[in-house]
Nanobody
Framework: QVLLVESGGGLVQTGGSLRLSCAASGSIFSATAVGWYRQAPGKQRELVAIISRDRTTNYSDSAKGRFTISRDPAMHTWYLQMNSLESEDTSVYYC?????????????WGRGTQVTVSS
C-alpha cells in the first residue's frame, strides 16, 4: 500500500510560480515512475509530468519549458516546479505513483491540491 500526500497548492497571479510537493509512504520503494496529473472542472484528468526510476522525464506539451519535475533518490518525495503560470493551469493537481507489485503495476493517487491562477 502506498499513501501520497500533496502540498504546495494555492492562489497565484498570472506569471507567478508555485512548487508542489508529494510525500509518499508505504511500499514506494518498488515504484517505477512518479509524477503529476491535473484535472480542471468538466475536463478529464491529464498528465502534466512524469519521471521514471532511471530519471527519464515526460511532459505534456503545455508543461514543457515552464514546469520541471524532480524527485529524491529514494522516490519518497517528488516535486513539480511551475513557472510562468497561466489561467489555463488552474486545476486540481494530483500526485501519482506507479508501483510494481509482483508481475503487476498498480497506480496510486493523492487526494489532490488546488492550484488557482488569477489574472
Amino acid at each position: 500500500q502506498v499513501l501520497l500526500v500533496e502540498s504546495g497548492g494555492g492562489l497565484v497571479q498570472t506569471g507567478g510560480s508555485l512548487r508542489l510537493s508529494c510525500a509518499a509512504s508505504g511500499s514506494i520503494f518498488s515504484a517505477t515512475a512518479v509524477g503529476w496529473y491535473r484535472q480542471a472542472p468538466g475536463k478529464q484528468r491529464e498528465l502534466v509530468a512524469i519521471i521514471s526510476r532511471d530519471r527519464t522525464t515526460n511532459y505534456s506539451d503545455s508543461a514543457k519549458g515552464r514546469f520541471t519535475i524532480s524527485r529524491d533518490p529514494a522516490m519518497h518525495t517528488w516535486y513539480l516546479q511551475m513557472n510562468s503560470l497561466e489561467s489555463e493551469d488552474t486545476s486540481v493537481y494530483y500526485c501519482y505513483a506507479r508501483v510494481g507489485v509482483g508481475f503487476k503495476e498498480l497506480d496510486y493517487w493523492g487526494r489532490g491540491t488546488q492550484v488557482t491562477v488569477s489574472s
